[in-house]
T-cell receptor, first 109, second 112 residues
């Protein structure tokens, strides 16, 4: 059983829309949480870390809910360039990161 | 900045052939990783190395061997390639104190 679960999507949204993804994790001892972005046929790249108090980076907001063991990513005012796969990453052990399978987002004109 | 560099980018192998994927990082990171990514399966950890001189199995190590040659280099070897090893392979590295992971551009491997 995968330790990190994501809805694979695809999420199809129009430009300017707000979209949110959730990711659940199974290990309550998890300490580090991240969102990565992966473009088609490219390597994953760090989008943002997720902090306990929640954090924002421009149009992107990440939240952590330890009680329910999930993290979320909110994208406001979606752009065509936001089209990508978003990977949830959880690190309970410090060595090997656990990646979700990713959520596919397609922003349409 | 080079970051994580892996070679080759594309390779076609025949079943039973062997090959080594090379990876090097110039960020002075202690930890290095090899992942494979398959459609519908997401990224899966093959092997990792927490520091120079140590290696550990990940989620899917069967059919692979690794060598942490020095702090910079971490190679992945397929001794006898099988069609099930057709995949995209990513090398990655991270500093011990941040857990932020940086990936190479990937190696597309096809075994026929």
């Amino acid at each position: 059983r995968k330790e990190v679960e994501q809805d694979p999507g695809p999420f199809n949204v129009p430009e300017g829309a707000t979209v949110a993804f959730n990711c659940t994790y199974s290990n309550s001892a998890s300490q580090s949480f991240f969102w990565y972005r992966q473009d088609c046929r490219k390597e994953p790249k760090l989008l943002m870390s997720v902090y306990s108090s929640g954090n924002e980076d421009g149009r992107f907001t990440a939240q952590l809910n330890r009680a329910s063991q999930y993290i979320s990513l909110l994208i406001r005012d979606s752009k065509l360039s936001d089209s990508a796969t978003y990977l949830c990453v959880v690190d309970p052990r410090g060595y090997a990161l656990n990646f979700g399978k990713g959520t596919s987002l397609l922003v349409t004109p | 900045n080079a970051g994580v560099t892996q070679t080759p980018k594309f390779q076609v192998l025949k079943t039973g052939q062997s090959m080594t994927l090379q990876c090097a990082q110039d960020m002075n990171h202690n930890s290095m990783y090899w992942y494979r990514q398959d459609p519908g399966m997401g990224l899966r950890l093959i092997y990792y190395s927490a520091s120079e001189g140590t290696t550990d199995k990940g989620e899917v190590p069967n059919g692979y061997n690794v060598s942490r040659l020095n702090k910079r280099e971490f190679s992945l070897r397929l001794e006898s390639a099988a069609p099930s090893q057709t995949s995209v392979y990513f090398c990655a590295s991270s500093a011990s104190d941040t857990n932020t992971i940086y990936f190479g551009e990937g190696s597309w491997l096809t075994v026929v």
